[in-house]
C-alpha cells in the first residue's frame, strides 16, 4: 500500500461531522456536503472549510462572497446523500430535500441543521486539489439534537456518552 492509500485508510478512522455547505446571492446558489469544517477563531468568531477546486459550488462561494455551513443532526442523512449527489431524483435541484431560509449574507439556511454558521468569506488559499476557504460569522443558529458523524465511510451517531470526573470513570 502506497502512502497516498495508506493516508486514505488512516483517516477513514477520523470521525467527522458532516456539514451541508451552501451558497446564495446574485450568481446563484448551490450547495455540497463536506466533512472538512473546523473553528479557526473566536475572535471574530470564524471557520475554515475546505472545498474540492472541481466543485461547481466554489465558484459560486468566490462569486457570491458568502457560504453558510450547516452541520447535519443525526436525522438528516439524507439531506447529506443530496448534497452529495447521490440522490439521482434531485440532482437538479437539491434544495428540495429539506426546508431552507434565506440567511443574514443570502446564503440558504437549513431549518433543523445542528448548527447553522452563516459567514461571509474573507479569505482563501489553494493547497493541491482543494480551496481552504475562511469565513467570517454573520449568524449563528443552533438546535439540540445530535450530530450526523461520517467514519470508516458510513454515517454514525453518538453511542452512550461516558462521563469522566476528576480521574473517575463511568
Known sequence: MDKRERF???????ASSVSV?????????SGITVSAVCPLSADPPSVLVCVNQSSYAL?????????CVNLLSIHQSRVADVFAGRV?????????????????????????ALVVLNCTLVSESVFASH???????????FDQDAPLLYVDRAYRGL???????????T
Open 8 to 14: 486514505l485508510h488512516a483517516m477513514r478512522r477520523a
Open 59 to 67: 465558484g459560486l462561494i468566490r462569486a457570491n462572497g458568502c457560504f
Open 21 to 29: 455547505v451552501t451558497t446564495g446571492g446574485a450568481a446563484g446558489r
Open 88 to 112: 439521482a431524483e434531485l440532482r437538479e435541484d437539491r434544495f428540495a430535500c429539506a426546508s431552507w431560509r434565506v440567511g443574514a449574507t443570502g446564503a440558504p439556511e437549513l431549518i433543523g
Open 131 to 141: 480551496c481552504v476557504l475562511i469565513g467570517e460569522i454573520a449568524n449563528i443558529e
Open 159 to 169: 453511542g452512550a456518552m461516558i462521563a469522566t470526573k476528576a480521574g473517575v470513570s
